[in-house]
């Protein structure tokens, strides 16, 4: 199944439906990295960061790649999930410009919302983004997604990045020589 869907149907599809699912592990790729809030239970919302924390606490690998620091309001609700100091891996790579989900290699978002609340959050038809991607669990295409997050997270671009003066992933790597 591959499936385009826009808007709204990404908060459902991806935030809502196939997230809260995962069992072995989750990946995001997202160029721009906000508060999101998400339906928990009636007219109740909550910071996505405790879907994040349920699942880390059911022992679910996380990464999340993302190009620029988080908006302030997202490193609030972080610290009111301590356990993902631990269980989120990061990396903040200014090139990141895809928005991926993979979860458990058998489902993938692809698309152009970020993950904030604009974008695969829950806002409103008058305040969402217009956003377009597709759902697959295609298995050529979710390995095509998952080769991508790969390699970025591997560094394999790391050696020819001309942004590595903006990388605090690779200043990290070399001690902060620079390249």
Known sequence: ???????????RRVILGAI???RRYLWI???DLKDLYVAAGRAKMAPFLGTLSELAGR?????LAHAKEPGPNFRRDFDRYPDLVERLELMLCPRV???TVVVDGAF????SANLTGAGMGAKGDGTRNF???FVTDDKTMVAQIIKQFDQLWLGAHCPACRR???CAEYQDILGNRGS
């Open 108 to 111: 993938a978002y692809s698309g």
């Open 20 to 22: 809260p699912q995962a």
């Open 1 to 11: 199944m591959t499936e385009y869907v826009t808007d709204a149907e990404i908060y």
């Open 164 to 166: 590595k003066r903006f």
């Open 131 to 133: 956003e377009a991607g």
């Open 97 to 99: 410009h895809f928005k």
């Open 59 to 63: 022992g679910v690998e996380l990464r």
């Open 29 to 31: 790729g997202t160029s």
